[in-house]
């Protein structure tokens, strides 16, 4: 008689062997509701800011909505990241939309590639096809491609350069995704960790040549950025809006108001710092490298003013760190792993945002939305608990699997 768990892995065996299928079916689905109800807008900033730049007007342009109660978009990014959309601006609208999204998919595929990669899996290809088939449908990377964002070709160029295993090539990937969005110079605190000290100054290099390139391209906007712009947190969007899932977002939905620097904030942020760390240094001490990078990406995500939803496609690497890594079997793994897939596969995060839109202006927000508006700092918190806690056998005592049983065990 059959049990429940060789049901289970007889499952997960054909669904490997039909791997490729499942990734087709799920990419096929997505593409036609991508072109029915796809908008894009974040791209549009792009798309139509980036030629200001020739006339020094960058942080001059807004795009404004249909929806008049939308609030306009203006372009935030480093003026280096005007620079490189601006062969992108010169194509007809349909055709960038289709060749962003395209290097979105790519950059997808990449981001799980590389995940597997800094684990050592030795034949990652059919579950790379099955976490890709699956990520498609997850609020982050979803809410990511439809908004034409950027975060998941910056975390592939971040992974590709740490798969490479040199440190020029590590660090100028940092430097690049710092060039074009600063949330990546966070990837820093990983080569401090690891002891990567030319990576660390390579990143640093590469990053302020973006930095003098873009300045010899238009001085104007280039100190308007560094020394105006990048300080005034107002442009980027409003604190206690649901998508962001910082800490001093969280906060601030429950004090039912952006209370800055409060003391709430303040011991939030240092024990969220304090378990980043002590994750990082036992990630560090394992020589964990997934694991490592996973826990410094969420940290920066916790700890920034505004880490917008779409910011944690971080936390697909998490999954897989988690769900294939020495730390798969330990209770910790195994729960922030179920907070991941409740919290992005529910989209609790925009659901919840949508809910407190029905309030009466003014009105607080009920306990259960201000619960769900910490969705992603808690899954960062369980994260850190468990790359914390390690996993429970020993690595020295692992046995190499039997070859019968390889094809079962990709997918624990």
Not at 145 to 161: E, F, P
Request: aromatic share 10%; net charge positive; glycine share 8%.
């Amino acid at each position: 008689m059959t049990t429940p768990q060789g049901r289970l892995s007889a499952f997960r065996a054909a669904l490997l062997r039909r791997a490729g299928w499942v990734l087709a079916v799920s990419l096929t689905v997505h593409l036609v509701i991508t072109v029915l109800a796809g908008d894009m807008f974040d791209l549009k900033v792009y798309y139509q800011g980036s030629p200001s730049l020739v006339h020094g007007t960058l942080y001059d342009f807004v795009l404004h909505r249909s929806d008049p109660h939308a609030q306009p978009l203006p372009f935030t990014y480093p003026p280096f990241a005007a620079a490189v959309f601006l062969p992108l601006a010169a194509l007809p609208w349909p055709v960038a939309a289709g060749v962003w999204h395209l290097l979105s998919l790519g950059a997808l595929w990449l981001v799980v590639q590389c995940s597997f990669r800094l684990l050592g899996h030795p034949d990652p290809r059919r579950p790379a096809m099955l976490w890709t088939a699956l990520a498609l449908w997850l609020e982050p990377v979803r809410h990511s491609l439809g908004l034409g964002q950027i975060d998941l070709i910056l975390a592939a160029i971040v992974l590709v350069g740490l798969t490479r295993g040199r440190s020029p090539a590590a660090g100028a990937g940092v430097g690049i995704a710092a060039g074009l969005k600063l949330v990546p110079a966070v990837t820093g605190l990983y080569f401090l960790a690891a002891r990567k000290w030319r990576a660390a100054v390579w990143s640093a290099v590469v990053f302020f040549a973006t930095v003098g390139a873009a300045w010899v391209i238009d001085p104007r906007d280039s100190s308007r950025y560094w020394f105006h712009e990048l300080y005034d947190t107002s442009r980027v969007g409003q604190v206690a809006s649901f998508e962001n899932q910082s800490l001093r977002g969280a906060v601030a939905r429950t004090l039912g108001h952006d209370g800055g620097l409060s003391a709430l904030y303040c011991v939030l942020a240092l024990g969220a710092l304090a378990g980043g760390l002590l994750a990082l240094r036992a990630a560090t001490r394992r020589g964990e490298t997934l694991a490592m990078v996973v826990t410094v990406q969420l940290l920066g995500l916790l700890l920034g003013p505004i880490s917008w939803s779409h910011h944690y496609v971080w936390f697909l690497p998490a999954l897989i760190c988690l769900a294939h890594g020495p730390i798969r079997r330990s209770r910790a793994g195994q729960l922030a792993i179920a907070a991941w897939l409740v919290a992005a596969g529910s989209w609790m995060v925009p659901a919840a945002g949508k809910a407190a839109a029905h309030l009466a202006p003014g009105a607080a927000l009920p306990w259960y939305l201000v619960a769900l508006a910490w969705s992603y700092p808690v899954c960062a918190g369980l994260t850190f608990l468990a790359v914390a806690r390690g996993g429970r056998t020993p690595a020295t005592t692992a046995r190499p699997p039997r070859p019968a049983l390889v094809e079962q065990a990709v997918l624990d």
